[in-house]
């Protein structure tokens, strides 16, 4: 699989894509079978309806996400929609509250009559949204929530079909972490984590897969700051105070810039210093709004990543998209973003290939299914509804070329082999497989 | 009782309104009505204290959420049959409202505003922490209520209804202006030989379970429960709601729950800035109509018409 | 080096407590004099934040825009008292405490109007650090702490030296009989609430090297004012910088020994002294 690939070699890429590459449909296998029946048309537009928070501490998010799902829109419509039909967007509002996602996805559903939802950002709002997508028998395709209880629990073990996620989960953040933690040779490793499942969950399968990994390593500290710390100190000093020489962070949004920029000054990133760089592991560093705020200030050498990195996979297609991204918004685009646009191209090519607006039959084509999308090849497993794509890490780098710093020595892992597998109670290595400290 | 036409016709039309609104409302409609009603519920039993007792709570989503956990737990967790899960709810609810009225009612107006809203903020604390029960940040999911969100709307609208009549027939009973007379001045209540203290915990108890009760219909509606419901923004809900409609009469919550939702309901379909909507009409009511809807409308219209009001 | 590490804790407890300390002084102040409880100081807050965003990205200099913005905001907050919450003065507490909480939703739509969602971060401002027991401070926590004990001192001289403090306390502790003797209560409610939002905003600048701005930052620190001033008795200066020790160190003694718990820590201690002393430490004023 693909160990490194230089910066040089993806502008490259970006420089041969032409703008026309994906515009119809380029997303999936079954790409000719659409344009063969391209001849039968729909009566009605299609309506996605996006739920997402767009006011609020984390109103961004919405945002973040609204920038894919409407230049999907945009490329579609000019391009002739989807069998002919327009597509359109509802976007709306879930505030970060689930009882509010929940009634947005009853009036999306019920009231402005949307074929399909997208969207939904944290775990406690689409664990919620889940259980009334089969009452209101409509697909709903998430781009953020990482939750993996959504996936193992509601999807795999009480059979909610109704639900796909498009987003990589919290394997990301815990195993693919303790994968790349496992070939730098910091040994004493502590963790500050945001407050809640998302930072447990992490927490807990980094530590397992390491552990597996590398014997010799241990768990020093833990640190667990609430949503919305904005004094990190006592969190830092505290884990200062167990000497590790590797952090593993999950931290994100407002509370991360905050954490990075006290961690400069009172010497974390100092403590966990190695060779080549910073033991410092922080899945959700390379999210958009981290690197545009900390532009300038987070250390080169650190590991950081997100649920996809713009500049991977080096295909045309992710070419094609970045730019027409960072054409339309003048930013480079976030995963969120990223997930929301392979969405609504995964709606179009569902009802190009399937010509019926059937929820069984949609379940029935989308699992199993692989497609092709910015986000590289993707296989959406049938037990968990999964999307299965590999993302890489790569650490810090700043580069006078771009507004943000760009990821160097990127390492990735193919995602079969770190996505943990059905049944769900064990994390990868699994046996049989080849070892991963090479790749 | 006296048997009044011009109390009672309203009302009659106002269930019939609600008895017929699936038919045509929609399901989206019935849905939303449904969570109206549950909130008016919620404003109807906050305005025991607050309207009634001039007492303002900024921490009811303690007793909402007490029971919307409370049930939660106990199907989820522990895997009990429903019926244990609504007992259990309302015994949450019971015990918190006995803890939080022996806490709280020793202070008057800010001071008693700060100690709920401190109280209820502790419990949304706990609610955060003790995951492996509560399930932290991401709640308890998957709770069934085991019907149609048809069948569901008249399930709940009946308790609604007769909820609130218990709570009307309260507020008019001698209780009830004994807790007007707490209000209006505690003095003269003691020296009537009653314990002001006595009194205000009864009323706290009461608008507690109410409450509860309201969040346990706002729970198998919804089908979860999320550390949402005990922060303290949704003890806002029926403080802005009551003062919309009115908090000095029994139906303004209904009218302000009314209001409040649907207005949020058509404001967030065409813009993001919908808070500041809010923010003015606060502002608006507090400064020019003290009285609430309700209170425009008796005191423009109906005054005209209708001798001697129930206030 | 358990005891270093305790000492060290204390400190990062010590310049996190200040922050609340600057924050609720000024809310426990305002409600002393005008005995309006103000929702929209955590506004105020956010405000001083955002301020200082746009004053430095034109004149460069932090000192100078730190000043403008809390002078700015301490503006804003008597606009407000003047044309919105002076006339709440003779209505129930309800009524006052929704009044402001409506600002609340209105000026957080405003920022986000104008300055967007996504949080904002200030450039670094180098200040560096001083090394202490084998560890790195940051010398702006040090600052922070000088500040805030400074913030104390001036308070004291002021309501207790000038002729416009002792006003205060004349109309604090026999209203009648202060305005009988001509004070005007009207003057007094605007300049306490100029310095009580002056104060928010304050904090709200300090804020910024440490961490971002972003329309949510008001909601977090009105919560956390609320407990200190209802721990040190509302209206209660001594109270308010106790309580903001209490907080600030029991969170940062709390990250080293209960690492689990220091979200509930706050909610804990208030709900504790509540049980113990229901007026708060030092008791109303």
Redesign the interface.
């Given at each position: 699989m693909k160990g490194k690939q230089t910066r040089r070699e993806f502008l490259r890429n970006l420089g041969l894509a032409g703008a026309g590459v994906l515009v119809c449909g380029a997303l999936g296998g079954t790409e000719a079978l659409a344009k063969e029946k391209k001849k039968k048309k729909l009566k009605k537009k299609i309506k996605i309806g996006h739920i997402a928070i767009?006011?609020g501490p984390f109103?961004t998010y919405g945002e973040l996400q609204k920038r894919g799902s409407k230049l999907a829109e945009e490329e579609i419509n000019a391009a002739g929609g989807i069998m002919g039909s327009p597509v359109e967007i509802v976007y709306?509002?879930s505030k970060g509250?689930?009882?509010e996602a929940?009634?947005q996805a009853?009036?999306l559903?019920?009231?402005e009559g949307v074929d399909f939802l997208i969207g939904i950002d944290?775990?406690?709002v689409v664990?919620?949204v889940?259980?009334?997508m089969p009452?209101l028998n409509k697909l709903l395709f998430v781009t953020h929530a990482a939750?993996h209880?959504l996936t193992e629990e509601?999807v795999y073990k009480?059979g909610n079909k109704h639900v796909f996620r498009l987003a990589a989960n919290v394997y990301q953040d815990g195993i693919m972490a303790a994968i790349v933690a496992s070939r730098l040779p910091a040994k004493r490793w502590a963790c500050v984590h945001p407050?809640?499942?998302?930072g447990?969950d992490s927490w807990d399968l980094f530590k397992k897969t390491l552990k597996k990994l590398r014997p010799d390593v241990e768990f020093v500290g833990e640190a667990w700051a609430?949503i919305g710390t904005t004094d990190f100190k006592p969190f830092i000093s505290s884990i200062l105070d167990k000497k590790p020489d590797g952090i593993h962070t999950v931290e994100w949004g407002v509370d991360l810039f905050t954490f990075v920029r006290q961690s400069i000054e009172m010497g974390l990133f100092d403590q966990v210093k190695y060779d080549g760089g910073y033991a410092w592991i922080n899945p959700m560093g390379y999210s958009i709004d981290a690197m545009e705020a900390l532009a300038k200030e987070y250390p080169e050498g650190a590991w950081v990543s997100g649920r996809y990195v713009w500049s991977y996979p080096p295909t045309p297609l992710n070419a094609h998209f970045v730019k027409a991204h960072y054409k339309k918004w003048k930013h480079f685009p976030a995963y969120s973003g990223t997930t929301s646009y392979t969405a609504v191209y995964l709606i179009k090519q569902l009802v190009e290939a399937t010509e019926t607006l059937d929820v069984d039959t949609h379940i029935k084509f989308l699992e199993d299914l692989t497609f092709y999308s910015p986000l590289g090849r993707v296989h959406l497993r049938k037990e968990d509804h999964q999307a299965v794509y590999e993302v890489p890490f790569g650490q810090v780098k700043r580069d006078s070329k771009f507004p943000i710093p760009v990821l160097e020595n990127l390492v990735a892992v193919p995602a079969e082999m770190y996505y943990r597998r059905p049944p769900f109670d064990e994390v990868p290595p699994y046996t049989g497989y080849p070892p991963f400290t090479k790749v | 009782m006296k048997f009044d036409v011009r109390k009672t016709a309203p009302f009659a039309l106002f269930a019939l309104f609600v008895f017929l609104f699936p038919l045509f409302g929609?399901?989206?409609?019935t849905?939303?009505m449904a969570?109206i009603g549950i909130l008016s519920l919620y404003a109807v039993a906050f305005n025991v204290l607050?309207g009634y007792g001039?007492l303002?709570s900024?921490g009811h989503a303690l007793f909402f959420s007490g029971a919307a956990y409370g049930l939660g737990i106990a199907l989820l967790v522990l895997d009990w049959p429903l019926w244990t899960g609504l007992l259990i709810g309302l015994l949450v609810t019971f015990l918190f409202a006995l803890v939080a009225g022996f806490?709280s009612l020793?202070?008057k107006?800010?001071?008693f505003?700060?100690?709920t809203?401190?109280?209820s903020?502790?419990f949304?604390?706990?609610v955060?922490?003790w995951?492996h029960v509560t399930?932290?940040?991401?709640?308890l999911?998957?709770i069934s209520r085991g019907m149609s969100?048809r069948a569901f709307y008249y399930l709940s609208w009946t308790v609604i209804f007769v909820s609130m009549a218990v709570v009307y027939r309260i507020l008019s009973s001698d209780f009830g202006l004994l807790l007007r007379g707490v209000r209006e001045n505690d003095l003269r209540v003691l020296f009537s030989g009653h314990s002001v203290r006595r009194v205000r915990m009864i009323a706290f108890v009461f608008s507690a379970l109410f409450t509860g009760v309201a969040g346990i219909l706002?729970t198998l509606l919804?089908?979860?429960v999320?550390?949402?419901?005990s922060h303290?923004s949704f003890s806002?809900v029926p403080?802005?709601a009551t003062?919309i409609g009115g908090p000095q009469s029994f139906a303004g919550p209904i009218v302000g729950t009314f209001v409040y939702v649907l207005a949020e309901?058509y404001i967030?379909k065409y813009t993001?800035?919908?808070?500041?909507f809010?923010?003015?009409?606060?502002?608006a009511i507090?400064?020019f109509f003290?009285g609430g809807i309700v209170g425009i409308v008796y005191d423009r219209i109906l005054s005209r018409f209708v001798s001697g009001g129930e206030e | 080096m358990r005891f270093e590490s305790l000492i060290f804790q204390l400190l990062v407890g010590l310049s996190t407590a200040m922050l609340y300390w600057i924050v609720s002084v000024g809310l426990t102040f305002t409600?002393g004099v005008t005995?309006v409880?103000n929702f929209a100081h955590g506004s105020f807050y956010m405000l001083g934040a955002y301020f200082t965003l746009a004053l430095h990205s034109l004149t460069g200099n932090f000192v100078l825009s730190v000043v403008g913005a809390s002078l700015l905001v301490g503006t804003v907050g008597v606009l407000c008292e003047r044309g919105?919450i002076r006339?709440?003065y003779l209505?129930?507490?309800?009524?006052q405490?929704?009044?402001t909480?409506?600002?609340?939703?209105?000026f957080?739509?405003?920022v986000?109007?104008f300055w967007g969602t996504v949080p904002k971060m200030m450039p670094s401002l180098g200040i560096g650090t001083v090394k202490m027991m084998g560890r790195r401070f940051p010398l702006f926590s040090f600052y922070l702490i000088a500040i805030g004990c400074l913030i104390g001192f001036f308070l004291y001289l002021l309501i207790n030296r000038t002729k416009w403090g002792m006003m205060i306390r004349a109309m604090i502790s026999d209203y009648e009989l202060a305005t009988a003797t001509g004070i005007n209560p009207e003057v007094l409610y605007a300049t306490a609430f100029f310095l009580g939002s002056f104060l928010a905003g304050l904090g709200g600048a300090l804020s910024l090297p440490i961490s971002a701005a972003s329309p949510g930052m008001g909601e977090h620190i009105i919560?956390y004012s609320?407990?200190v001033?209802?721990m040190g008795g509302?209206g209660n200066i001594k109270g308010a910088f106790v309580s903001s020790l209490i907080i600030g160190v029991a969170e940062g003694i709390g990250a080293l020994y209960f690492a689990?718990?220091t979200?509930?820590i706050p909610?804990?201690v208030?709900?504790a002294i509540?049980?113990v002393k229901?007026e708060g430490i030092f008791g109303?004023v």
């Amino acid at each position: 699989m693909k160990g490194k690939q230089t910066r040089r070699e993806f502008l490259r890429n970006l420089g041969l894509a032409g703008a026309g590459v994906l515009v119809c449909g380029a997303l999936g296998g079954t790409e000719a079978l659409a344009k063969e029946k391209k001849k039968k048309k729909l009566k009605k537009k299609i309506k996605i309806g996006h739920i997402a928070i767009f006011s609020g501490p984390f109103g961004t998010y919405g945002e973040l996400q609204k920038r894919g799902s409407k230049l999907a829109e945009e490329e579609i419509n000019a391009a002739g929609g989807i069998m002919g039909s327009p597509v359109e967007i509802v976007y709306a509002d879930s505030k970060g509250k689930p009882a509010e996602a929940t009634k947005q996805a009853r009036r999306l559903v019920e009231s402005e009559g949307v074929d399909f939802l997208i969207g939904i950002d944290s775990s406690g709002v689409v664990l919620g949204v889940s259980e009334v997508m089969p009452e209101l028998n409509k697909l709903l395709f998430v781009t953020h929530a990482a939750t993996h209880k959504l996936t193992e629990e509601k999807v795999y073990k009480k059979g909610n079909k109704h639900v796909f996620r498009l987003a990589a989960n919290v394997y990301q953040d815990g195993i693919m972490a303790a994968i790349v933690a496992s070939r730098l040779p910091a040994k004493r490793w502590a963790c500050v984590h945001p407050d809640y499942a998302y930072g447990y969950d992490s927490w807990d399968l980094f530590k397992k897969t390491l552990k597996k990994l590398r014997p010799d390593v241990e768990f020093v500290g833990e640190a667990w700051a609430k949503i919305g710390t904005t004094d990190f100190k006592p969190f830092i000093s505290s884990i200062l105070d167990k000497k590790p020489d590797g952090i593993h962070t999950v931290e994100w949004g407002v509370d991360l810039f905050t954490f990075v920029r006290q961690s400069i000054e009172m010497g974390l990133f100092d403590q966990v210093k190695y060779d080549g760089g910073y033991a410092w592991i922080n899945p959700m560093g390379y999210s958009i709004d981290a690197m545009e705020a900390l532009a300038k200030e987070y250390p080169e050498g650190a590991w950081v990543s997100g649920r996809y990195v713009w500049s991977y996979p080096p295909t045309p297609l992710n070419a094609h998209f970045v730019k027409a991204h960072y054409k339309k918004w003048k930013h480079f685009p976030a995963y969120s973003g990223t997930t929301s646009y392979t969405a609504v191209y995964l709606i179009k090519q569902l009802v190009e290939a399937t010509e019926t607006l059937d929820v069984d039959t949609h379940i029935k084509f989308l699992e199993d299914l692989t497609f092709y999308s910015p986000l590289g090849r993707v296989h959406l497993r049938k037990e968990d509804h999964q999307a299965v794509y590999e993302v890489p890490f790569g650490q810090v780098k700043r580069d006078s070329k771009f507004p943000i710093p760009v990821l160097e020595n990127l390492v990735a892992v193919p995602a079969e082999m770190y996505y943990r597998r059905p049944p769900f109670d064990e994390v990868p290595p699994y046996t049989g497989y080849p070892p991963f400290t090479k790749v | 009782m006296k048997f009044d036409v011009r109390k009672t016709a309203p009302f009659a039309l106002f269930a019939l309104f609600v008895f017929l609104f699936p038919l045509f409302g929609g399901k989206y409609g019935t849905f939303l009505m449904a969570r109206i009603g549950i909130l008016s519920l919620y404003a109807v039993a906050f305005n025991v204290l607050f309207g009634y007792g001039g007492l303002l709570s900024f921490g009811h989503a303690l007793f909402f959420s007490g029971a919307a956990y409370g049930l939660g737990i106990a199907l989820l967790v522990l895997d009990w049959p429903l019926w244990t899960g609504l007992l259990i709810g309302l015994l949450v609810t019971f015990l918190f409202a006995l803890v939080a009225g022996f806490l709280s009612l020793r202070h008057k107006e800010i001071h008693f505003a700060m100690v709920t809203l401190a109280l209820s903020m502790l419990f949304w604390g706990i609610v955060m922490k003790w995951r492996h029960v509560t399930g932290g940040e991401d709640g308890l999911a998957g709770i069934s209520r085991g019907m149609s969100v048809r069948a569901f709307y008249y399930l709940s609208w009946t308790v609604i209804f007769v909820s609130m009549a218990v709570v009307y027939r309260i507020l008019s009973s001698d209780f009830g202006l004994l807790l007007r007379g707490v209000r209006e001045n505690d003095l003269r209540v003691l020296f009537s030989g009653h314990s002001v203290r006595r009194v205000r915990m009864i009323a706290f108890v009461f608008s507690a379970l109410f409450t509860g009760v309201a969040g346990i219909l706002w729970t198998l509606l919804d089908g979860a429960v999320t550390p949402a419901v005990s922060h303290w923004s949704f003890s806002a809900v029926p403080v802005i709601a009551t003062l919309i409609g009115g908090p000095q009469s029994f139906a303004g919550p209904i009218v302000g729950t009314f209001v409040y939702v649907l207005a949020e309901d058509y404001i967030t379909k065409y813009t993001m800035y919908w808070q500041i909507f809010l923010g003015l009409v606060i502002l608006a009511i507090v400064l020019f109509f003290r009285g609430g809807i309700v209170g425009i409308v008796y005191d423009r219209i109906l005054s005209r018409f209708v001798s001697g009001g129930e206030e | 080096m358990r005891f270093e590490s305790l000492i060290f804790q204390l400190l990062v407890g010590l310049s996190t407590a200040m922050l609340y300390w600057i924050v609720s002084v000024g809310l426990t102040f305002t409600f002393g004099v005008t005995r309006v409880l103000n929702f929209a100081h955590g506004s105020f807050y956010m405000l001083g934040a955002y301020f200082t965003l746009a004053l430095h990205s034109l004149t460069g200099n932090f000192v100078l825009s730190v000043v403008g913005a809390s002078l700015l905001v301490g503006t804003v907050g008597v606009l407000c008292e003047r044309g919105l919450i002076r006339f709440s003065y003779l209505l129930p507490v309800p009524f006052q405490l929704v009044l402001t909480f409506g600002l609340v939703l209105v000026f957080e739509d405003v920022v986000r109007f104008f300055w967007g969602t996504v949080p904002k971060m200030m450039p670094s401002l180098g200040i560096g650090t001083v090394k202490m027991m084998g560890r790195r401070f940051p010398l702006f926590s040090f600052y922070l702490i000088a500040i805030g004990c400074l913030i104390g001192f001036f308070l004291y001289l002021l309501i207790n030296r000038t002729k416009w403090g002792m006003m205060i306390r004349a109309m604090i502790s026999d209203y009648e009989l202060a305005t009988a003797t001509g004070i005007n209560p009207e003057v007094l409610y605007a300049t306490a609430f100029f310095l009580g939002s002056f104060l928010a905003g304050l904090g709200g600048a300090l804020s910024l090297p440490i961490s971002a701005a972003s329309p949510g930052m008001g909601e977090h620190i009105i919560i956390y004012s609320f407990i200190v001033t209802v721990m040190g008795g509302l209206g209660n200066i001594k109270g308010a910088f106790v309580s903001s020790l209490i907080i600030g160190v029991a969170e940062g003694i709390g990250a080293l020994y209960f690492a689990d718990l220091t979200m509930a820590i706050p909610y804990l201690v208030l709900a504790a002294i509540l049980v113990v002393k229901p007026e708060g430490i030092f008791g109303e004023v």
